[in-house]
Structures are given as C-alpha cells and as structure tokens.
C-alpha cells in the first residue's frame, strides 16, 4: 500500500474514491462540507433525512455527480466529544474495507476526526493509516492462486500548507506501527514447517541489515556454554536446531537498557504432556510473543527513539521424543534455580527464565515479556484482553499510557506470594506448574522468579494473539496484538531520556 501526504482541496483529488467523516450530530462538519461540494448537496441532503446519522462505523457509498472521484465513502464517528483514537482507527478501517470491496484502488480521505475532543492531528493521521493498513492485510501467500489487491493506494490530503508536516509525522508513525504488526501476522500465520526457529532467526537477521539494529543468534553450543538448562531441557526433543536471538537498538548511548523477551515456540505440541489433537494446528502461533518483539523492534529501528532496547526471543519446538523431557525431571536453569517438571506442557515459562535471566545479564534495567503462556488466561478474560503481571507499578503505568495510544487491552492481575506458594516443588527449587487453579499468576510468577531485583512486568497474550472472527481492523488469524504497544512504550521511553 502506498501512503502519501498531499496539500490541496477535495476538487483536485484525483482517485477512485473519497473517505469523510460525520459526527451524530447530522451536520456536515467542515471538511465534509467541503467534499459535499464535489456531492452537490448530496451529503447535507441524506445527513437531514437521517438516511446518513453519524453513528459510528456506519458506512455509506454514495455517488457523486464528479467526473473525477467515482465514490464518497461516508464514515460515521459517532458523538464527536466522545471520539478517540481507537474508535477512529476502527471507523476509517471499515471505511477503507468498503471501498476496498467495492473495487476502489486508490482512496483520498482528509484528516478525519482531527481536533474532535482533542484528538491531535499528528494522532488522527496516524490512526487513520493504521485503520487502513492493519485491515487490509491478508495471509494468502501459501494459496497458489493469489487474490488480486484491489485497494493500493491512500492519499491524506489538507487544504492547509502549515498543517502537512504535521500529518506527515503522523502518517510516518502509522505505517511504521502497522507494518511492524503485520510483520508479526505474518510471522505467526505462517504454518511451523516454514518458521522455524531457524527461520525466525533468519528474519530477525533481516530485520537488523534494514532497520541498523545489532542481530546476533545464540546456538545450541553458546546456550550449553552458559548453562541454560531451562531452554535447552525444551528445545532436546526437537530435531530443529534452537536458537536464542538477540537484537539490540542503541538510541542513547550510556543510557538505561530495556529488553522486550518473547516466547518463540514455533510449535508447541505439549512435548510428552501432549496436547489434544483437536486444535493442536493453532499451536503454531505459539511464537506470537516473539513475534511481537521482532515487530516492535523493526519499529523501533525505523522510528528510532532515544533510548537503548534489547530484543530478545528464545525460539524452540515442543515436541514428544525418546530423548525429550519427561515429567518427574529435574533441570538447571542458567541462574542455577533447579526446576521440577510437572508437565511438559507448561514449557513457554522455561524458556523464558533462561531467556529473562539473559537480559539481566546483559544489562536489562527493566524487561517485558510477552508470551501465549496459558489457556488459563482465556478462562479468565476471554480474547478482550492480555493479562498483566508485574514487580513494579511504574513500568505497569507506562505500559497502560503506551497502550492508550494503541487500543490494545491490558488487565492486571495479582502477584502475592500465596501464588508463589504453589510452584514450590518438594525436590527442586521450583515447579514448572502449580496446577489448573490460578494458572495466569503462577505461570507468570514463575518467570518473575528468574529476574532477581529487576523491573519486570509479563503478558500473556495466550487469548488475544489469534482470532477466528474479524473485527474492525483486525482480520481472522493472527492479530499482531502487543507489537504496536511494545513499540510505542519504546517512544515514551524515549520521551522520558532514562538513566541507567
Ligand atoms: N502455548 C500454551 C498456552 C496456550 C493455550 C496458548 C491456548 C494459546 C492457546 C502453553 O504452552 C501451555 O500449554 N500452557 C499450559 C500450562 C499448564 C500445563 C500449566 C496450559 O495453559 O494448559
Ligand atoms: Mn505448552
Ligand atoms: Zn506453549
């Protein structure tokens, strides 16, 4: 898709179709006042009939007496005291579907929903290129038929000179987050026979060579030499080589370093604990964690924040062999906790106690994680929201600011040591499962036990990484959840010049 800033009036648009949008209030406001001139009268007319009311995500073609735009696609934003950058992003994506289905290619919009209570225009051009970009990706690059991409261009266009650097800010913003994010659907659409650790390495090493990141790939042999147990214990019953990939971005030199961990298990069939057959197909989206982080980074290093930040991703299999864990084994993790295995199962909090207690190592001053940790979590919030759990309220504030910004959904649960209790093991330092009962704390906590006294906070994204009905912005697959938000906590960091 190509996205461009342009300055002129609706008469000059030269595309296909025109996006604008109208408040509740069933008046043309000034930009769709101004597209009404290419309507002639149209709008104003179905706006006082009611036949277009405003109501949010209300879409409506309409078709102008114009010789140059062939359509108007109005947009409704609901109240406008009550927009935000969410409902937004949600309204100019079923826009864009419109006419996307109805075999428009090239869309011109103004800059909808700017200045509605206070939405900045920076903010609404961005929102309004992810809106567009987040709901019109597709995975179909396994179908030997490809369908044909209809809608291939989107032009912003404002009246105002002074006002184009600004929304060229933002449009920058929003196609560098949405790309990050369909990276990451890709990366968990794609089948675990196509990516595999190896693969996601491989990626992880492109990602660097385009966005000037530092890409360096742990193998078997280094994750022995510095004993980590936890990972390697996972990784011996797969025939596919782990590797444990480090990207690091240095935006303040001297400065504090922050490391976003993502659990990478390209296919986790349970190892002997085995899972069900039914639905064990999904199980390749068990890197979506990982995803995420190798997204945020590639955002990261396009946007380019005055900040340092380590992007870390264990990437393993889970598979049943002769030579695969086995419940009852006791393995060491590099911080020397020994660790009791209950159920082979619950293997993502293994390889992320190495992979934490490796950012430590390296420096990490505050550290997130991200994984599809447990089905518990789904139990417990359905797919409306990533659970949280964390050591530190204040990293807890700036990951709920960073996710205001993106319309992805955080719910924090607790973190007492009633639930550390129950993953004391009677022959090691620690069990790797505590049970069915309170499985979002104990699987989090478990991690927390491997960064001793550093900032951490954990999301399980079990819920909200796949969804089988479409939404909004958001197609069936693979969602991308945690990418925009990891990337944009990069930005208010950035922002907030930290010390080490
Ligand atoms: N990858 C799964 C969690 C998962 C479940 C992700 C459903 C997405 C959808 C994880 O490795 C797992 O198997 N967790 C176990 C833990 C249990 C054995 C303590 C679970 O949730 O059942
Ligand atoms: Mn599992
Ligand atoms: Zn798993």
Redesign the pocket.
Known sequence: MNVSVRCMVPRDVLADAIMVGVYEDGQPNSEAASVDVLCGGLLRQLLDNREITGKLNEVTTIYPPSQTVRKVVVVGLGAANKLDVEKLRQAAANGIKAAAKGKVKSIAAPVLGAGASSIKLEDAAAALVEGALLATYSYNVLKSKQEEKTLSEVILFCADPEAIGTIEQGVKRGVVMAEAANLARDLVNAPANHMTPTHMAEKAQQIAKECVLHCEVLERSDMERLGMGALLGVAQGSTEPPKLIVLRYEGNPGGATMAFVGKG?TF?S?GI?I?PAENMH??K??MAGGAAVLGAMQAVGKLRPKVNILGIVPATENMPAGNALKPGDVITAMTGKTIEII?T????RLILADAVAYAVKLGAGKIVDIA?????C?IALGSVYSAVITNCDKLAQDLQSAAATTGERYWPMPNHDEYREMIKSPVADIKN?GGRMG?VMT?GLFIGEFVGETSWAHLDI?PT?YTESEKHYQPKGATGVATRTLAALALLWGEQNLCP
């Not at 599809?372 to 518990?376: D, N, Q, R, S």
Request: proline fraction near 0%; charge should be negative; aromatic fraction near 0%.
């Open positions: 298990l986790d349970g604990s899972k999904l199980m989206d068990d159920n199962d619950a293997e993502g599809t940790l447990t089905g518990a789904g499962s499985g699987g079990a990484a």
